[in-house]
């Protein structure tokens, strides 16, 4: 069965036709959304994709969080739909507390736009669970503000609850430990820094993220929510 | 009646700060060589209305915590002044 994956589009979102094409190719069918509707519509799955939401302003995320589409998101999420939130999405999620932590400018203030490579510890999640722990992934990052932080208390809870999906091999934006990605508690929501949309084809230097979004069409394939 | 209310976001003790530690960084080459510590952090001036000083502070307080900080890693400090 084909999933229909709506990508959510905020004003100063930039990444929603990768988002959209790489669903397509890998068999699901992406639809956009604008960050003013209220109501989902029948889906399956969403992508919260890369961008500049609202400018960045403030903090990336903080004002996106406020956008009318946000409240059907957080139903969305809270009923077990798979949510992903890719780069800006990521950003987004944790200022909709809908994950935990927050992301910071990158250790050595430079902006990365870089081929990364990641390492699956968790395939407990939506995003991950088509992918095997230890795989490792190449997948470009492209963010100013990546590096994840949160408290020790969390830390120590998403590492226990084995809700850290992706560690980056080399840690390029100083994340606290390492961490590219995290999922809530259930599993349905995901965040992560680098982009897998744009590492589904040959063409593109790397396939290896087509195998994150598979298990995330397979997901929301199976998903009852929506 | 209207109020000016000063708010100071700064990062939490801990939180790396790696604006600070550049500015720092690059203090000595303009013959700064004494300076100790630099934080970084946000400030905005906010004109709002409320019955009283007590009024003003709590509204400023409310709008920093759930907008203008992130609470996971910054916090703020408030001031606030009536506007003639």
Known sequence: MSATIGVVVFPGTNCEHDAVTAVDALGGEGRLLFHADTSLGDLDGLI?????????????????????????????????????????????????????GALQKNRGLTFLCQPSQLEVASTASVLTAGATVGERLA????????????????????????????????????????????SNEAGNVVGLMPHPERAVSPLLGSEDGAVLLRSFLDAAASTSVG | MRFLAHVDVRLRHGIADPEGATILRALPALGFDSVAS???????????????????????????????????????????????
């Open chain 1, 48 to 100: 919260l994709p890369g961008g500049f939401a609202h400018g960045d302003y403030l903090r990336p995320g903080a004002i996106a969080r406020f956008s009318p589409i946000m409240e059907a998101v957080r139903a969305f999420a809270e009923a077990g739909g798979p949510v992903v939130g890719i780069c800006n999405g990521f950003q987004v999620l944790c200022e909709a507390h809908l994950l935990p």
């Open chain 2, 38 to 84: 630099v934080e970084s952090g946000r400030s905005f001036r906010v004109e709002l209305d409320a019955a009283d000083l007590e009024g003003a502070r709590s509204m400023a307080a409310s709008l920093a915590d759930r907008l203008l900080a992130n609470p996971v890693i910054e916090e703020s400090v408030i001031e606030v002044e009536p506007l003639g």
């Open chain 1, 139 to 182: 997948v470009p990052i492209n963010h100013f503000s990546g590096s994840y932080t949160c408290d020790i208390d969390t830390l120590r809870q998403l590492q226990e609850q084995d809700r850290i999906v992706l560690r980056y091999v080399d840690n390029p934006n100083g994340s606290i430990d390492a961490i590219a990605g995290i």
